[in-house]
């Protein structure tokens, strides 16, 4: 059974005062479709029967404990961010019904709760826009109709005046230590905006912590937790999905993405992997550390075009004629062997975290999102990776019976058949054409729909489900790198042999 976490704690947690009229379904087998109305806008959604009530009755040691760990985490917070946070949030759900309400109007149908609750996530921003990111990556804890909804759900906010950032950069640095700032940022997230600069003669870039932004993770995530400790206390039976806990380890996880030198370290970390595997034509940007702080990140700017920019890299002249095949052999290459060799990996490689420079060089950019993996599950994801590769679905079922937890007796060939049926899906995935520009020329690419490949994990995720399986959250982060580098082949290099192919390193 797949963990109902994600709507628990997002309904009951964060909407029930506005939301929630009726009984709500969660997950998948939701039962018949029913009418729903959020502040007089139709919803779709999906009604069950409630379970019948149980006791409430707790011991008074259970009680205090329950007190003892809310005041602490009360503690931890500004009383007046979760007021201010309390009045945003209210402005957030009078904007999302009247979203919904225009939505209602143009299609003349009820959006759906997934989407709905999508709305109000980017209309509260924040640590919200974080949250949607998280459910998207986790399609082994989540269902699936909400993984597919969050997956459209971008961390991109409007800018906020240059004048905020330029005071936290005098605070934490000082504005003296650069000889130019350029005023428009390079992009505009939820919790930090980007600009380019130069120290000396040196291109940097320089990103930058929203101010307040720390102190709203506070106040939204310690909300989250105290409610997933007040459902656990209410139904113990809660506690068999270690909901507190997983809303906890959200927690430290986000709260630990404010730290920028923990990402600069990571940088770090894998220049000096690059160096010690004499890894050639692949980059990171260095970070002028002494010039960082938990607030201000400073790293080396790099001029690339997108991983997809096939038109460009085949350019007579552009990247010293190394071509998209090797480029993206290259690419794959460097991250499977830091798979192999590091401690954690980059768990965001879609084509805009991955560039080509002029030179021919790979950049692997942005590394805010990483994962880390077992022994065992590395192991298994190992031979997972070779029986792909080898188009061996029995070989793939069997690599992820031993990742995955089950007490049921699995049938390895009918395991095998429903992989190899959704397998086959991967080869309908499709591209969209986009265009870049560097300098005064302009590229065309091809990018991968991301939604399309979040498609196909939650068929891999659902197939498993069905066979009796259960996968950690690692493996969706892990695997959809995977299906990212598999669809970056067959547009960048559709005739390589990838298991025959020397040139290409498996996991």
């Known amino acids: 059974m797949m963990i109902k976490l994600g709507l628990v704690f997002l309904v009951l947690g964060v909407c029930s005062p506005f939301l929630l009229q009726q009984p709500i379904g969660f997950g998948r087998g939701l039962g018949r479709e029913s009418g729903r109305v959020w502040g007089g806008v139709p919803l779709k959604s999906s009604r069950v029967t409630p379970p019948a009530a149980r006791s409430l009755y707790r011991s008074p040691k259970q009680t205090i404990a329950l007190l003892t760990e809310i005041s602490k985490t009360l503690r931890s917070t500004n009383p007046q961010t979760t007021v201010t946070r309390s009045l945003q949030a209210s402005r957030a759900v009078s904007k999302t019904l009247q979203n919904l309400a225009s939505i209602a109007s143009e299609t003349g149908g009820a959006a759906s709760l997934p989407a709905a609750l999508r709305i109000l996530f980017e209309n509260l921003g924040g640590t919200y826009v974080k949250l949607g990111q998280f459910i998207a990556s986790s399609p082994t804890l989540f269902p699936p109709e909400y993984v597919s909804e969050f997956v459209k759900l971008l961390d991109s906010t409007d800018p906020i005046p240059v004048a905020e950032i330029k005071k936290v950069i005098a605070s934490e640095v000082g504005l003296d230590k650069f ?99 004499g890894i050639q034509n692949v980059i990171a940007p260095e970070p002028l550390m002494d010039m960082s702080t938990k607030k201000v990140l400073v790293m080396d700017y790099i001029d690339g075009v997108s991983m997809l920019d096939k038109e460009t890299m085949e350019k007579d002249g552009f990247g010293g004629g190394v071509g998209s095949e090797q480029t993206i052999i290259t690419a794959l290459n460097t991250w499977t062997m830091s798979v192999l060799s590091m401690p954690w990996f980059h768990a965001d490689v879609h084509a805009g975290n991955l560039l080509v420079t002029k030179d021919g060089e790979v950049a692997f950019i942005d590394f805010g999102i990483t994962g880390q993996i077992s022994p065992a599950i590395f192991e298994a994801v190992t031979n997972l990776s070779a029986a792909l590769a080898a188009a061996d679905y029995r070989g793939m079922a069997e690599a992820m019976m031993k990742m995955g937890a089950t007490e049921e007796t699995v049938d390895i060939d009918k395991f095998g058949r429903d992989i190899e049926r959704v397998m086959m899906g991967l080869s309908d995935v499709s591209g969209t054409v986009g265009v870049s520009q560097v300098g005064d020329e302009i590229g065309v690419s091809v990018n991968v729909d991301e939604s399309e490949l979040t498609q196909v994990l939650l068929d891999v995720v659902a197939v498993t489900e069905e066979n009796g399986l259960k996968l950690p959250r690692e493996f969706g982060l892990l695997v959809k790198q995977t299906l990212y580098f598999d669809r970056y082949l067959k547009i960048l290099a559709p005739d390589l042999d990838v298991m025959g192919d020397q040139r290409v390193n498996n996991l």
Request: net charge negative; hydrophobic share 40%; charged share 30%.
């Open 179 to 277: 000889t130019y700032l350029d005023e428009k940022p390079l992009g505009s997230a939820s919790v930090s905006q980007v600009h380019r600069a130069r120290v000396g003669d040196r291109d940097v870039v320089i990103k930058v912590r929203k101010p307040g932004i720390e102190a709203s993770l506070k106040a939204d995530l310690s909300f989250l937790y105290i409610s997933s400790v007040i459902l656990e206390f209410i139904d113990p039976n809660l506690k068999k999905t270690s909901l507190a806990n997983i809303v906890s380890d959200i927690r430290e996880s986000m709260l630990g993405e404010l730290d920028f030198l923990q990402e600069g370290q990571k940088l770090i970390e894998f220049r000096e992997f690059l160096s010690r595997e």
